[in-house]
């Protein structure tokens, strides 16, 4: 199968799955990412960004695939546009996908396939890669 996304993307992701915070449906606990229940996102910080402007948490339900994840992202633009390089989704060390960003579209080839689970406690990063 293959998913080709719109997407506007820069900086690096770091996805943990974790339970939802006890202060609300949504909320994120940046203390539990070993926990179950949400996925975290947590990208390097772009300029002029403090450490809460990159992070954010995803019910585990709504993601519980790479397809879904890489959909969320775009659906939620997530990532900012960038011009000048790509982005490299990792699970485990192993290249999950490759995503090309421009401001007008995003395409995402997928390495591993899109049915690959985002599993309670599994952690994905995505790099920013400078062409």
């Known amino acids: 199968m293959v998913l080709a996304v719109v997407l506007l993307a820069c900086g690096a992701v770091t996805i943990l799955v ?10 994120v606990d940046q203390g539990r990412a070993t926990d179950t229940g949400l ?5 390097s910080a772009l300029r002029g960004e403090d450490e809460d402007d990159r992070r954010h948490g ?7 695939t790479l397809g879904a994840l890489v959909a969320w992202i775009e659906q939620n633009h997530y990532l900012p546009p960038t ?6 989704l ?3 060390g192993r290249r999950a996908a490759r995503i090309d960003c421009r401001p007008e579209a995003f395409t995402a ?10 599993a309670p406690g ?7 890669e400078k062409r």
């Open 18 to 27: 974790a339970r939802p915070a006890r202060g609300g449906q949504g909320a």
């Open 39 to 43: 996925v975290h996102l947590d990208r």
């Open 58 to 64: 995803i019910d585990a339900d709504q993601v519980p």
């Open 83 to 88: 011009t000048e390089g790509h982005w490299e």
């Open 90 to 92: 990792r699970h485990r």
């Open 109 to 118: 080839r997928l390495l591993l396939p899109a049915e690959h689970p985002t």
């Open 122 to 128: 599994s952690h994905w990063s995505i790099r920013y």
